[in-house]
């Protein structure tokens, strides 16, 4: 499945699906106050490595930040359904924005899916 991923995205596509996606989480009313004003590029930063990592095997996620550990990562933030569902709301947007669709799309979608409810706590 991370080969389709590869072939019709690859680490460009990836990267600008997550500057798409943060540029919606900046005028966001429920995620942008989720963020620090000065950290945004440090967290587009380090979700566009986690894809990467996650997709296309590049280790430098797991040089930087170590393994995921996303529910840890995640627990100061009060995440329920509304915040897991805008969250993939504005994924799938920013995949419309970059043209993932397909066979891409049907791997990325579901993974992004498993992951906000995977995160949510509330």
């Not at 596509?13 to 440090?42: K, N």
């Not at 997709?55 to 170590?66: I, S």
């Not at 947007?93 to 791997?107: K, L, N």
Request: with cysteine; aromatic share 10%; hydrophobic share 45%.
């Amino acid at each position: 499945m991370e080969e389709i991923v590869a072939r019709e995205v690859g680490a460009d596509g990836l990267a600008a699906m997550t500057a798409a996606f943060y540029r919606r989480v900046r005028t966001d009313d429920l995620l942008g106050p989720m963020y620090p004003e000065q950290d945004f590029e440090g967290a587009e930063t380090r979700l566009r490595e986690f894809l990467q990592f996650r997709f296309l095997g590049n280790q430098a996620y797991m040089e930087n930040r170590g393994h995921p550990r996303l529910r840890m990562r995640h627990v100061p933030f009060a995440i329920g359904e509304a915040e897991s569902a805008r969250w993939v709301s504005l994924m799938e947007a920013a995949m419309d924005e970059c043209g993932i669709a397909g066979e891409a799309r049907a791997v990325i979608s579901p993974f992004f899916a498993q992951v906000a409810e995977f995160l949510k706590n509330r």
